[in-house]
Nanobody, 115 residues
Framework: QVQLVESGGGLVQPGGSLRLSCVVS????????MGWYRQAPGKQRELVAH???????NYADSVKGRFTISRDNAKNTVYLQMNSLKPEDTAVYYC?????????WGQGTQVTVSA
């Protein structure tokens, strides 16, 4: 069974930066699309960024120009570099793997942006 393990969350001041990592088990990582999602209290889970197996990316409008998604296929890892963080970025961030309509989620990592 595939496992996704996120790390890198924490408490940061507005304007600060964090880098999230998600390590994925299994041998198909390089063929899978990978996404970062987030869920704030009382809100639905939403897409933050996605990276296809080709390396193409897309972003939610709210994070364009501030967040960057990347992947290292040799390490089975996807990253989310978050800069210029705002209080409204506070949420639990989840990693998601999409492969042939099979979806797997990580357990989430908390990001809190507060002074």
């Amino acid at each position: 069974q595939v496992q996704l393990v996120e790390s890198g969350g924490g408490l940061v001041q507005p304007g600060g930066s964090l880098r999230l990592s998600c390590v994925v088990s299994g041998s198909i990582f390089s063929f899978a699309g990978m996404g970062w999602y987030r869920q704030a209290p009382g809100k639905q889970r939403e897409l933050v960024a996605h990276i296809f197996s080709s390396g193409m990316t897309n972003y939610a409008d709210s994070v364009k120009g501030r967040f960057t998604i990347s992947r290292d296929n040799a390490k089975n890892t996807v990253y989310l570099q978050m800069n210029s963080l705002k209080p409204e970025d506070t949420a639990v961030y989840y990693c998601r793997r999409d492969y042939n309509a099979r979806i797997a989620w990580g357990q989430g990592t908390q990001v809190t942006v507060s002074a």
